[in-house]
């Protein structure tokens, strides 16, 4: 009666194809079929910017899966192919080339894109030759071809990406510049004192850090390529290449004409359900309610992604999906690992344990004694009992925290001790 | 080319042929052995593709750096003095036949 069901997702990335081996594996029987645009079978977007940027992984070994596992779970892999459209009514998705394929459900796994240069807006479509976003294989394949020896390097945005970009960069010998609009480093997503430790990271590297700086435009040499940034304090740099990663534009142009509500993402409920309760959204593309933060959300990350994927996987096929995790991330530049997790927005206090200069520290963003974030640097094993914390919103003392001589578990049974005989904070 | 044996959680034996200096939890991913995740692409970030090393194997390893050995501590199968993650052992003529059972659960 289920097992002819057609299960169509659009988008290959890791929580597309996520899903779709999830779903074989959690006992779909009907025929799963996995769109994408990119002429490539699914692989890994993090080494893009970090590995794969250095020449020390190649896009064979990037793949999701082998070759062969897309056949054996019998599901048909759609690569180069577009949607361009949902019919709802219909019950049926086109394609570029007119093609109309039905689905009794479909997950819409569309992922983002790079956020334009406003001042290059009108040139999206046809921008400079050394001019880069990165997003892509092809993306990391045209900004790897340009890193060489003695070039210089102009990044544009202080993000993670970025810094990932100019850490490899500086790998490869170049001149490396980032500017960044805003007042410190990785603004949206880190305290002060994280910022100011990868503002040192990068500069003791050798890359010439600048913020507060605004790109005004740029100046091209007779054949149209950049020689220049151009900052609107009128700094001039000279550039041979430059990449920006100024932020993500989530792909909700497909949910949108479909008439599906959208805002700054596609609006699922907790089942991961679109407005249209036949159609979820996954990833990257997806806005939500966090119960653990009791606001929408939308998580760009591959820890995010792939655990929608499992949790929609597990609904499609009725089976009890996992309980939801704290969202995490990871970062690496020169011999430095962060890994993330939490959401710090609306934190008020920030405790450092350990020791930043000695590249060995955690951050914790705390409201009032509530754990909300923790940043841990090359400090692994700390991670893992942070992602527990987060996830069961322990308050800890804060000067605990801070004591490097005493135990993380130990603080951590404490504070649960504590919140166990407490009553529940606002009666969430 | 080397081989290595992969034993699965079900106790069915799986044994690939991996070229030198591939990492094992590729040549796993490749050979659609479901039980290694590898969810963060071999970046040692995830702890996902756990694995359990047979002697005398496990000898001819390097030590887990400090990250690697990190996260061994939190794998969501017990940690055992056997224990690596797969995305950090590259292959090599040394670790030719090397037996590896797969954590039971990786996340």
Known sequence: MVSDRHLLIIGNGCGGTELAFAARASGWAGPITLIGDEPHEPYHRPPLSKAYLVGAAELSSLGLRGTAAYATAQITLLARHRAVAIHRSSKQVELADGRRLPYDHLVLALGGRPRPLPFMARQAENPPRNLHYLRTHDDARAIRDNLHLGRRLVVIGGGYIGLEVAAAAVKSGMQVAVLEAGQQLLGRVAAAPVAAFYGYLHRSAGVDIRTSVQVQGFEFTPDGAIHAVVCADGTRLPADVVVAGIGLLPNSELASEAGLSVDDGIIVDERLATSDPGIMAIGDCARGFSTLYQRSVRIESVPNALEQARKAAALLCDKPPRPDTAPWFWSDQYSVSLKAVGLSQGYDRLVIRGEPQERDFSAFYLKGKRILAVDTVNRAQEFQLCKAAVLQRLEADPEALADETLPLKSIFAMASHTHAVSPPENGS | ?107
Do not use: K
Not at chain 2, 76 to 86: D, I, K
């Open chain 2, 1 to 107: 080319m080397p081989n290595a044996i992969f034993v699965l959680p079900d106790g069915q034996r799986e044994s690939v042929e991996v070229a030198n200096g591939t990492h094992l939890m590729r040549a796993a991913v490749n050979h659609g052995i479901h039980a290694i995740v590898g969810d963060c692409g071999g970046s040692a970030a995830c702890a996902t593709c756990h694995v359990y090393v047979q002697e005398p194997w496990l000898q001819r390893l390097p030590a887990p750096s400090a990250t690697e050995d990190q996260l061994l501590e939190a794998t969501a199968s017990p940690r055992q003095p056997n224990s690596r993650l797969s995305c950090q052992i590259q292959m090599s003529d040394a670790l030719d036949g090397i037996i590896i059972d797969v954590a039971p659960t990786q996340w």
